[in-house]
C-alpha cells in the first residue's frame, strides 16, 4: 500500500476552534469525529494498585489515576488519559518531544540546582490493531529519564507515552535519586506503562465510524486532495481511500460482489488510519472485575462544574 503524507494531521485535531462569535455556541473539543467515549481501565497493573482519580474541568485534559505500589506504599505513579485524536508517529515524536521540554523548562524555572537529562528512548508495547500495514507511521511508545532537584532533595523522574483508541495515555513517575538508577525509574516506566496499554479499552464513536461510500475513479485519473492512502496503483482493482469513500475503477463497481469486498478492505484501511469506533448501541458493555469505567462526551462542559468525580470506590465509582 502506498501512504500519502497528507494523512499525518494528528495534533490539529486536538485544538479548539479560534474565539467564537458572543452569539455562537463553543464548538465540542473534537467537533463530531468522536461525539462520546467510553474508557475501561484496570485498577491494577503489576504490583501498583489504583488509589485515586481526578476528572479536570478541561476537557482536553480528561483524567488523571493514580497508582500506588503495593510494596513500598510511599511510591506512585500518576497516570494521564487524555484525548489525542488520529496520531501517526512522526507527530507523536514531537509531542513527545514537547512533553519533555516542558518538564524540563519547569524544573530549570525553580533554580534550586543542576537538572541531568537522560535519552529519549522508545520501547515496545502490545500492537494496535492493524498497526503493520502502517509502517513508518506506526506510532511508538517513548520514554525519557531525568534527574532534578526539587523539595531539598534531587530525584529522578521518568516520563512514559502511548496512544491507544484515539487517547493519549502517559505515565509521570519520580522517585528521590538516592534510591534508583535512571535506567530503573525509566525501566519501572516502560512497564507499568506497557501493562496499563495492554488491558486498556477505550470505544469511542461519532463520525470516525463514517461508512465509505463506493464512488468512481475519475476518467481523467485525477486525484482528490483528501486521498489518505491507495492500493494497487495502476491495476484493476486500484483504489483511493478518502475519509468518506473509496474510489473504485466504473468496470470494478459494476462487479457487485468484488466491489463490496473492496470497500470491505478500504474500510479497515480507513479505520486504522482514522481511528475505529462503534456505534453509539455498542458502547453498552459489562464492567469486568478489576476494571473501572469513565465516560466523556465532548459538549460544552457545564457551568460551575469543577471537574472533579467521586471517591475510587463510590456506589458509582462504576468497579465490577
Same mark, same amino acid.
Given at each position: 500500500?502506498?501512504?500519502?503524507?497528507?494523512?499525518?494531521?494528528?495534533?490539529?485535531?486536538?485544538?479548539?476552534?479560534?474565539?467564537?462569535?458572543?452569539?455562537?455556541?463553543?464548538?465540542?473539543?473534537?467537533?463530531?469525529?468522536?461525539?462520546?467515549?467510553?474508557?475501561?481501565?484496570?485498577?491494577?497493573?503489576?504490583?501498583?494498585?489504583?488509589?485515586?482519580?481526578?476528572?479536570?474541568?478541561?476537557?482536553?485534559?480528561?483524567?488523571?489515576?493514580?497508582?500506588?505500589?503495593?510494596?513500598?506504599?510511599?511510591?506512585?505513579?500518576?497516570?494521564?488519559?487524555?484525548?489525542?485524536?488520529?496520531?501517526?508517529?512522526?507527530?507523536?515524536?514531537?509531542?513527545?518531544?514537547?512533553?519533555?521540554?516542558?518538564?524540563?523548562?519547569?524544573?530549570?524555572?525553580?533554580?534550586?540546582?543542576?537538572?541531568?537529562?537522560?535519552?529519549?528512548?522508545?520501547?515496545?508495547?502490545?500492537?494496535?490493531?492493524?498497526?503493520?500495514?502502517?509502517?513508518?507511521?506506526?506510532?511508538?511508545?517513548?520514554?525519557?529519564?531525568?534527574?532534578?532537584?526539587?523539595?531539598?532533595?534531587?530525584?529522578?523522574?521518568?516520563?512514559?507515552?502511548?496512544?491507544?483508541?484515539?487517547?493519549?495515555?502517559?505515565?509521570?513517575?519520580?522517585?528521590?535519586?538516592?534510591?534508583?538508577?535512571?535506567?530503573?525509574?525509566?525501566?519501572?516506566?516502560?512497564?507499568?506503562?506497557?501493562?496499563?496499554?495492554?488491558?486498556?479499552?477505550?470505544?469511542?464513536?461519532?463520525?470516525?465510524?463514517?461508512?465509505?461510500?463506493? %464512488?468512481? *475513479?475519475?476518467?481523467?485519473?485525477? @486525484? !482528490? +486532495? /483528501?486521498?489518505?492512502?491507495? =492500493?494497487?496503483?495502476?491495476?484493476?482493482?486500484?483504489?483511493?481511500?478518502?475519509?468518506?469513500?473509496?474510489?473504485?475503477?466504473?468496470?470494478?463497481?459494476?462487479?457487485?460482489?468484488?466491489?463490496?469486498?473492496?470497500?470491505?478492505?478500504?474500510?479497515?484501511?480507513?479505520?486504522?488510519?482514522?481511528?475505529?469506533?462503534?456505534?453509539?448501541?455498542?458502547?453498552?458493555?459489562?464492567?469486568?472485575?478489576?476494571? %473501572?469505567? *469513565?465516560?466523556?462526551?465532548?459538549? @460544552? !462542559? +457545564? /457551568?460551575?462544574?469543577?471537574? =472533579?468525580?467521586?471517591?475510587?470506590?463510590?456506589?458509582?465509582?462504576?468497579?465490577?
Amino acid at each position: 500500500m502506498k501512504m500519502i503524507t497528507r494523512c499525518l494531521l494528528a495534533v490539529a485535531v486536538l485544538v479548539l476552534a479560534g474565539p467564537a462569535l458572543a452569539d455562537t455556541p463553543e464548538p465540542p473539543l473534537l467537533g463530531d469525529y468522536i461525539t462520546a467515549s467510553r474508557a475501561l481501565y484496570p485498577l491494577r497493573v503489576g504490583d501498583w494498585e489504583a488509589v485515586g482519580e481526578k476528572r479536570y474541568e478541561q476537557q482536553e485534559l480528561g483524567v488523571s489515576v493514580r497508582y500506588q505500589d503495593t510494596r513500598k506504599p510511599d511510591r506512585w505513579m500518576d497516570l494521564y488519559l487524555y484525548p489525542a485524536g488520529v496520531m501517526f508517529d512522526p507527530a507523536f515524536a514531537q509531542v513527545f518531544q514537547y512533553g519533555v521540554d516542558e518538564i524540563v523548562q519547569i524544573a530549570n524555572n525553580r533554580k534550586a540546582g543542576d537538572v541531568r537529562l537522560g535519552e529519549v528512548r522508545t520501547f515496545t508495547t502490545a500492537p494496535s490493531a492493524g498497526e503493520g500495514m502502517l509502517g513508518e507511521l506506526a506510532l511508538k511508545a517513548r520514554s525519557f529519564a531525568m534527574e532534578m532537584p526539587m523539595r531539598d532533595k534531587r530525584y529522578r523522574s521518568a516520563l512514559a507515552m502511548t496512544v491507544r483508541d484515539l487517547y493519549f495515555i502517559k505515565v509521570r513517575y519520580s522517585v528521590e535519586a538516592d534510591r534508583v538508577s535512571d535506567e530503573d525509574v525509566q525501566q519501572q516506566a516502560e512497564t507499568f506503562l506497557a501493562g496499563f496499554a495492554a488491558d486498556v479499552r477505550v470505544l469511542n464513536t461519532g463520525r470516525c465510524r463514517q461508512v465509505l461510500q463506493v %464512488r468512481p *475513479i475519475p476518467a481523467g485519473g485525477a @486525484r !482528490p +486532495d /483528501a486521498v489518505l492512502a491507495s =492500493t494497487n496503483d495502476g491495476q484493476e482493482n486500484e483504489m483511493w481511500i478518502v475519509d468518506d469513500a473509496v474510489y473504485l475503477r466504473p468496470a470494478v463497481i459494476a462487479r457487485t460482489e468484488e466491489a463490496a469486498e473492496l470497500q470491505s478492505e478500504a474500510q479497515s484501511i480507513r479505520n486504522v488510519l482514522r481511528g475505529r469506533c462503534v456505534s453509539p448501541e455498542a458502547m453498552d458493555i459489562v464492567v469486568p472485575d478489576g476494571m %473501572r469505567e *469513565i465516560r466523556f462526551e465532548y459538549q @460544552r !462542559p +457545564d /457551568a460551575g462544574s469543577d471537574g =472533579t468525580t467521586p471517591r475510587l470506590r463510590s456506589p458509582r465509582s462504576g468497579v465490577g
